[in-house]
């Protein structure tokens, strides 16, 4: 059976530090699998990669037989980081909500370009019912990526925010 999760020859730097020399380690399926050392070890470093949470300099990541953590191209990084700022301060300032989800995953299947999909979400007040300058510049930032924002927000039944970004090759 196919190893859950391989690193293969992955060396991770910090800087000048390097903290993953050319690792090479598999997770078997239905085993328990320790990873052991002193600190500074690198265990923390290869436990992100793992998760995607951080990309190696050089080496493969495979995670359930293929999918590697990719990276994220700066305009749409940037357009992320934009929106869920606009998205969470409209939570605060306006949603009276108490409770708020922000989801981000990348997907895409064969005739589709992959795209990276956020979603925010609060369960407050809902009700949005045009866009002022913070939504009004996110929408345009996301369509001069050639995106998507669509705001579902029917009144006394929260808000979610969905964003759909190409990823560009
Ligand atoms: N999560 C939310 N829940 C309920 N209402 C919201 C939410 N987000 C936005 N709104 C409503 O939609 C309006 C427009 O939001 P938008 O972010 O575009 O403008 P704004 O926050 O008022 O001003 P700014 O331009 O500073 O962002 C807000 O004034 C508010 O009434
Ligand atoms: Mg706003």
């Known amino acids: 059976m196919s190893a859950a999760a391989r ?3 992955v060396v991770k730097r910090y800087g000048e530090k390097i903290a993953l020399d050319g690792v090479s380690l598999a ?3 239905g085993k328990v699998t320790a990873l052991l050392g ?3 070890a690198g265990k923390t470093s290869a436990i992100s990669l793992l998760l995607g949470l951080a990309a190696p300099q050089s ?4 995670v359930l037989g293929g999918t590697k953590a990719r990276e994220l191209p700066p ?11 606009e998205a969470a301060t409209n939570i605060q300032r306006h949603a009276g909500a108490t409770q708020a989800d922000i989801e981000i995953s990348t997907g895409g299947d064969a005739g589709r370009a992959a795209a990276v999909a956020l979603r925010v979400s609060d369960n407050g007040r809902g009700g949005i019912a045009g866009r002022g300058n913070g939504l ?5 930032r996301v369509r001069s990526l050639g995106g998507t924002l669509e705001i579902d927000s029917p009144p006394g039944a929260g808000t979610v925010l969905r964003a759909s970004l190409p990823l560009t090759p």
């Open 38 to 40: 002193p600190n500074g």
């Open 75 to 85: 305009g749409v990084e940037t357009a992320l980081a934009m929106i869920v700022r």
């Open 59 to 62: 080496g493969a990541v495979e």
């Open 7 to 9: 690193l293969n020859g």
């Open 27 to 29: 997770i078997e399926p």
């Open 136 to 140: 009004a510049g996110i929408g345009e």
